[in-house]
Structure formats: structure tokens, C-alpha cells
């Protein structure tokens, strides 16, 4: 968005911190006498990020084959997941601007209302209200330059049918298409209201409740809002280039350390890394990113997604949510995928210290992702477990030790390297060359899940890679 600062030079971390620059004063002073110098970094602010968030698609390879409209579905997935990523991003900053003004004052500076009800009817926004923040933003000593108002589209809708402005408008040449073709091209206005630029936006916070009746300018009042009503907070401000912008703000990919190691048709092999400490990539003059470690304790689902356990949100493990038909009347019928998890080895990259054991089971979401109330939720049946279950320590302690699991009895897996050589140790996964039905009760049933890592105690050190080799048979889907 062009009316946010966007800082591109982040450094390491989640933490960004940015000083505040205040305003040039003058002072009287004698001949003689020394001169006060007043600092311009007058205090700080702190970013951090704390939303993830991602736009996700998929067909299945039989549509792909089938469809005459695959390359159509396949070319709309960048154009249309960036739109939709956008959009979350401007709610999320329209949210956050309305928060920065305290709700139910009129957050006057220098005598000016800077939070005001409309005085249109029904507290609607009218013209006369672009005029009032006019002056608020010139009591302020904001720069009278790139001026935009960002209303909702009933803003524009009352413009447009305001009789007197129409009346107005109509006779001039310059607007005689404004009755023809509308007020708004694209999602900005074709004419200014008292030095505004105008954008309609459809993602402005809504308003519940507000008990302001200020109009913005003494002697002129709106009306307060009536329990149960809601309305819209629209924002006028100068989007002058600098420091004037209105919003400072930062993005960065997440760090991504999972990804499909190889695909052979029928058989996969995805692979991701498990910190067991927070771990950094790179150097400091480089572009480092620093990755948490895996959570300590019971599993979380209210959080963020590396509280859940998660390590890589791009990297997904196909689900078994219905069987194929199977034998009928002596021929097998493979008309639904089945899935088959043939092995789990963990590498030691970093020897682990501390700690007690490592879980690695899967994770989905209690709703559709993206849905506002939706939480993450352990996979089930074997909550938790499905990939791995208790690795201890010992058995991650020196680098190039590698333990190797192919089926779910408790005693079976195999560990090379440190001081034996094709030891039997425990931790195998409940799934492991069974992959049954998920037990969830979630409408749909969700057909992928994340991997999800949970330690035993706290470590101090550690970095293992996990790698599943999975096999999908009959209708492959995924």
C-alpha cells in the first residue's frame, strides 16, 4: 500500500525497532551564549511480528490431467493468492490504525478534533465532514500535500446521490461524466473534496460503539451512536513521502527449512529441519533468519504456528480421510488414494543436549484455514505421535547419528552411528506402515497437515533433520 512506509532493511529476528523523529524548535538566545542543541530521535518504536500468513491452493492430479480448465486454475493461483494476501494485509492495517486512537474521545490536538462522528444523516459521512478534517489536519501541522481519504463505499455512495454536490458538479465540463459514469473509477474517486484524493476501500474496521457526538469543529455536532448500531472508521491523512506517511510498517518471508526432498511419482520423500534451541542461518552481514526451537511441553493450538509445534508452513503431509473401495467381486478397485508412510529417519546435525525426548506428529486447523476462530488442532487418532514418538536424547546427541524407523512397534527402529553400530531404540510412530482414517471432527475433513515437533524438557542445544518417505497408491490426489 502506498500510504504505509515500508522498511525493507530488517535485520535478523522478529524484533524491529525504529526511533521516533520529533520537531525542530527555536529558542531565543543572547550574544555569547552557548547553544542548546535538542535531540531529534525523541523516542521508539517497536515492531515485531506477530501474524504469519499465507494463501495455499492445490487440484488434484486428477483434474490436472482431466480438466480442459487446469491452465486456467493453475495460471489464477499467483494473481489471485497475492489479492487475497493483500487484502488481509490492508484489513490488518486499517485494524491497527483505528486501535491507535483512543475509542470514545475525540483525540483532540492542538484544539482539533482528530476522532469525529459523521454529521450526515444517520452520523453518515457528508462533504462538509473532508472540510472538517481539513482543518484537523492543519491544526496538527500535518503537510497540506498528497492529501487521501480512505471511506467505505457507502461514503461514496452518499457523495454521489448528495443532491447539492451533484448540482454543483453537473453544469462544469470537467465533471460532466461524473453523472454518466459514476463518482469512483477503479477504487479511487474522479474528482477531489477539499484537496483529498479519495479511495474507496471494502476492509475498514467497523465501529460498534462510540459515544463522541464532536463533529470536528467547535460549535458543530454529530450525532453519538445508539447501542447495537455499527459504523465504519474512514481515515484522512497526507501521504507526503518520508516520515509523513502515516504508517511505518515491515514484511519479510519466513524462514522456510522443510520442502519436498524428492518425488518419484507414487513415492515422496518430504524433509524438514527441527531445531531443538533457536537456530540461525547466515551471518549478520549476510541476510540471516533465526528459527525457534521446537515448543516445550503440551501442545498449543491458540497461538502462533511454531507454539504449535510447526516448522515449515509450506510443507504439507497428505492425510488418509477415506479408503479406496478395495476387493468387490474379485477385482480390486484402488478409486481413492491410499496412503502409505514406509519410513521416518531423523539426522543428528547438531548434537542435543538437555532435553529429555522429541515428539513429531501432524497438525491441521479446527476450521477452514484463514477462517477468523480457526485454531490449530492435533491430527487423530495418535495425537501427536504419528511420526515419531519420544526420540530420547542419547539417541540425537552426536552429529551423523541417524535413527531409522519403518513400523509402529514400540522397540524397532535403528540407530547408526555414536558408540553402536544397527542398535534397536525406541520412538518409532504410531503411523508408520498404517495410515489409518482421520478420527477428527472437522467439516470437511482436511485432506493435508503440517509437522508438528514437541520436546520433553528444556535442551540447550540441538538441530535434527527429519525425512519421511511416503508412498501414494490408486487415484493419486496429491
Not at 67 to 80: E, L
Not at 137 to 166: F, H, M
Not at 322 to 350: A, C
Request: proline share 6%; hydrophobic share 40%.
Amino acid at each position: 500500500m502506498k500510504f504505509v512506509r515500508i522498511i525493507s532493511d530488517f535485520p535478523d529476528g522478529v524484533t524491529l525497532n525504529i526511533p521516533s523523529i520529533g520537531e525542530a524548535t527555536v529558542a531565543d538566545f543572547t550574544e555569547g551564549q552557548a547553544v542548546k542543541y535538542d535531540a531529534m530521535d525523541t523516542g521508539n518504536f517497536t515492531f515485531q511480528f506477530d501474524k504469519y500468513k499465507y494463501s495455499a491452493n492445490a487440484i488434484s492430479e486428477k483434474f490436472k490431467r482431466d480438466s480442459f480448465y487446469a491452465a486456467d486454475v493453475i495460471a489464477a493461483f499467483v494473481p489471485r493468492q497475492h489479492r487475497a494476501l493483500m487484502e488481509a494485509v490492508e484489513t490488518d492495517i486499517f485494524a491497527k490504525a483505528n486501535a491507535g486512537q483512543t475509542a470514545a474521545n475525540t483525540n483532540i490536538i492542538n484544539l482539533a478534533d482528530h476522532r469525529f462522528v459523521g454529521t450526515g444523516a444517520g452520523s453518515g459521512i457528508s462533504y462538509p465532514d473532508f472540510a472538517r478534517a481539513h482543518y484537523a489536519l492543519t491544526k496538527a501541522n500535518v503537510p497540506l500535500v498528497n492529501l487521501c481519504a480512505v471511506v467505505d463505499p457507502s461514503v461514496a455512495y452518499t457523495i454521489q446521490t448528495q443532491a447539492n454536490l451533484v448540482n454543483l458538479l453537473s453544469p462544469m465540463p470537467m465533471w460532466e461524466g461524473v453523472i454518466r459514469d459514476g463518482a469512483v473509477t477503479g477504487f479511487k474517486f474522479r474528482f477531489n473534496l477539499f484537496g483529498f484524493d479519495i479511495y474507496v476501500s471494502n476492509y475498514l474496521p467497523n465501529i460498534t460503539s462510540e459515544t463522541i457526538t464532536s463533529g470536528g469543529v467547535a460549535g458543530s455536532v454529530g450525532t453519538a451512536f445508539s447501542a447495537g448500531s455499527v459504523g465504519v472508521a474512514n481515515f484522512f491523512f497526507s501521504a507526503a513521502p518520508g516520515d509523513t506517511l502515516p504508517w511505518d510498517g515491515t514484511q519479510k518471508p519466513v524462514p522456510e527449512i522443510g520442502g519436498d526432498y524428492l518425488v518419484y511419482g507414487e513415492t515422496r520423500e518430504i524433509e524438514t529441519y527441527i531445531p531443538l534451541v533457536p537456530t540461525q542461518w547466515g551471518t549478520g552481514t549476510g541476510s540471516p533468519f533465526v528459527v525457534g526451537a521446537a515448543p516445550t511441553g503440551a501442545f498449543s493450538g491458540t497461538g502462533t504456528a511454531l507454539q504449535a509445534g510447526i516448522q515449515s508452513v509450506n510443507l504439507f503431509v497428505p492425510l488418509q480421510g477415506t479408503l479406496p473401495t478395495g476387493l468387490s467381486s474379485g477385482t480390486i478397485v484402488l478409486d481413492r488414494t491410499q496412503l502409505f508412510f514406509e519410513t521416518v529417519e531423523v539426522e543428528t546435525i547438531v548434537g542435543a543436549t538437555g532435553g529429555t525426548s522429541l515428539a513429531v506428529g501432524l497438525v491441521t486447523t479446527s476450521q477452514l484455514p484463514g477462517s477468523p476462530n480457526a485454531t490449530f488442532v492435533q491430527v487423530t487418532p495418535n495425537a501427536g505421535v504419528q511420526l515419531l514418538n519420544g526420540l530420547l536424547t542419547a539417541n540425537m546427541a552426536t552429529p551423523g547419528m541417524r535413527a531409522t524407523f519403518w513400523t509402529p512397534t514400540a522397540t524397532s527402529g535403528i540407530i547408526f552411528g555414536g558408540t553402536g553400530f544397527a542398535t534397536a531404540i525406541a520412538g518409532n510412530g504410531a503411523w508408520l506402515g498404517n495410515v489409518p482414517l482421520v478420527t477428527n471432527v472437522i467439516t470437511p475433513l482436511p485432506q493435508s497437515a503440517w509437522i508438528s515437533a514437541i520436546a520433553t524438557g528444556t535442551f540447550t542445544s540441538g538441530l535434527v533433520q527429519l525425512r519421511l518417505r511416503y508412498k501414494l497408491y490408486g487415484n493419486i490426489s496429491f
